[in-house]
């Protein structure tokens, strides 16, 4: 009897408890969107020195510049208006203020402070917390650590690798030699950097470029690169709990642990086979180094090395973006070749003599090829691998001209009529030392600047100048007038539809 009475009475008293959770849940939300409110005020005070495009009330710039490839090149009109930088709201809360002036992103770049958190969190869960997104004295640790690791000693082997992995995927390309259709570059050229990445970080053939389509791990690979773009374009997913929840998110996670399993298993049975080895100095006699072997025995002053955690975030950082962004700069240099032939020609002639009959590339003939290495340079400036870089202000930063940004988040794009004349002009003799030296060192920055530039720049530009060395003796790059890219920015530059061209036979280079 006791018990029906309080079963009678907690039933009666659950309408007064629905409405006491109600309650609360309303509170909490009055709580948060006030806080939305003062944060998008403060937002307002600390960009009221900086004008700029007017933007919806809701949804700020979003629609103007997030959903096609025009609506992107509004930013650089925009910037002829507003020619140091200007306020981009992403929502009504999330505001960039967009910098396109050297001196602009001298102040930046030169400062220390971190890389912001809106695009790299949702790297940082599959590469952890390497160079890419590490900060404060970890980061300082770990890039004096690394630094070793690209030293002209160990990049020297690379490239022979480079070559090999180049000349499978242009023997791949011969088929279309007979076609005189074009093909989409972007795919066999991401399948080559990710070979030569494997090589040189590995020492590990994975034939990913004859047989991508079976290996689980650059299946896992191409996945997670794949998902975290879907993710940094899709505002729903940027809540942790939504993309967890989400079929891509299973995706997402499954493919991690896939990467994750084979990473640590190369290390293992790297660390294995260097069990008996002391010195560096006697590895590198029996063979050529690699990225792992300076990984595992690199020391502080305190003899302390890297964790087995730490290694693991590093090689993943390296994979990431090794291939990825080289891939997409030297598939959009491709592209300007094939469209600006009498510059292709230029190179060509250029490398045919360097080679002097040699079918691969030697370390001594990089810096013997200045004209398409400015042909390389102006290919990213007008496509730029990765279209943006942003740091986090955590203290008021003071510009040039005296302006002032209290505190918030920088973003940075790389193209500035005031700068460049003719901007949209492919000129490499933008890139003459005479004209280099008239200009701020910070106007030409597609691998950063400062202290946290991009720590493998040389071992990219030397894939860059191979590969595109090697096409070049054996190919003739013709644009396809019908298939012109539709570039997108994500977390490297894409093109919605691919990018095409169209090649022959170069009879002068190749030979039978």
């Given amino acids: 009897m006791a018990l029906t009475e309080d079963f009678v009475y907690f039933s009666l008293d659950w309408p007064h408890m629905h409405h006491l959770v109600a309650l609360v849940c309303l509170v909490v939300v009055v709580y948060k ?22 933007g919806h009330w809701l949804f700020g710039h979003v629609l103007e510049v997030n959903v096609t490839y025009i609506k992107l090149f509004k930013i650089v009109q925009w910037g002829k208006l507003y020619p140091y930088a200007f306020p981009l709201w992403f929502g009504p809360f999330v505001c960039f203020l967009n910098i396109h002036h050297p001196d602009y992103v001298k102040t930046i770049l030169t400062s220390t402070e971190p890389k912001d958190d809106f695009a790299y969190r949702f ?62 570059l ?5 399948l080559m950097t990710l070979d030569s990445i494997l090589k040189c970080a590995f020492s590990y053939s994975s034939n990913c470029q004859t047989e991508g389509g079976t290996n689980t791990y650059i299946k896992a690979v191409y996945e997670l690169s794949d998902l975290i773009n879907l993710r940094f ?43 008996n080895e002391t010195e560096l100095e006697r590895v590198q006699v029996k063979r050529n180094l690699d990225f792992l072997d300076i990984l595992l025995f690199a020391k502080d002053e305190d003899q302390q090395g890297l964790s087995d955690e730490d290694i693991r975030a590093e090689v993943d950082t390296f994979m990431f973006e090794g291939h990825d962004t080289t891939a997409s700069g030297l598939s959009f240099i491709l592209y300007c070749l094939a469209c600006h032939p009498e510059h292709q020609k230029l190179c060509r002639e250029e490398i045919i003599e360097v080679l002097d009959g040699k079918d691969t590339f030697e370390w001594e003939d990089l810096s013997k090829i200045p004209y398409t290495t400015m042909c390389i340079k ?18 008021p930063l003071t510009f040039f001209d005296g302006r002032t940004l209290p505190e918030g988040i920088v973003f940075g794009i790389h193209r500035n009529a005031n700068v460049w004349e003719n901007p949209d002009v492919f000129d490499p003799l933008r890139f003459l030392p005479e004209n280099v030296s008239e200009r701020s060192p910070h106007a030409f920055v597609p691998f950063s600047a400062g202290p946290r530039n991009c720590i493998g720049q040389n071992f990219a530009m030397n894939e860059m100048k191979i590969a595109t060395a090697l096409v ?28 095409h061209i169209k090649i022959k036979p170069n009879i002068l280079g190749h030979e039978e």
Avoid at 255 to 273: M, Q
């Fill in 123 to 184: 790297i940082e869960s599959w590469i952890g917390e390497g160079l890419l997104v590490s900060k404060g004295q970890k980061w300082f640790r770990h890039r004096r650590l690394l630094t070793p690791g690209f030293h002209y000693d160990v990049l020297k082997p690379y490239v022979k690798l480079m070559s090999d992995s180049a000349k499978t995927m242009l023997a791949k390309w011969e088929s279309y030699t007979k076609t005189n259709e074009s093909f989409e």
């Fill in 378 to 395: 102006e290919c990213l400036r007008l496509y730029p691998p990765v279209p943006g870089m942003s740091r986090k202000i955590t203290k």
């Fill in 186 to 190: 972007f795919q066999h050229v991401s």
């Fill in 233 to 275: 374009r899709m505002f729903p997913y940027h809540n942790d709990l939504i993309f967890y929840l989400s079929p891509h998110g299973f995706r997402y996670r499954k493919a991690r642990h896939v990467s994750r399993i084979h990473t640590e298993e190369v290390i293992r049975k790297r660390k294995e086979a260097l069990k």
């Fill in 33 to 54: 969107l006030n806080m939305l409110l003062a944060k998008r005020k403060t937002t307002f005070r600390n960009m009221e020195a900086f004008s700029g495009p007017p």
């Fill in 472 to 499: 070049l003796k054996r190919y003739q790059l013709i644009e396809d007038p019908a298939l012109k890219p539709k570039i997108i920015p994500r977390l490297v530059l894409r093109s919605l539809n691919g990018i």
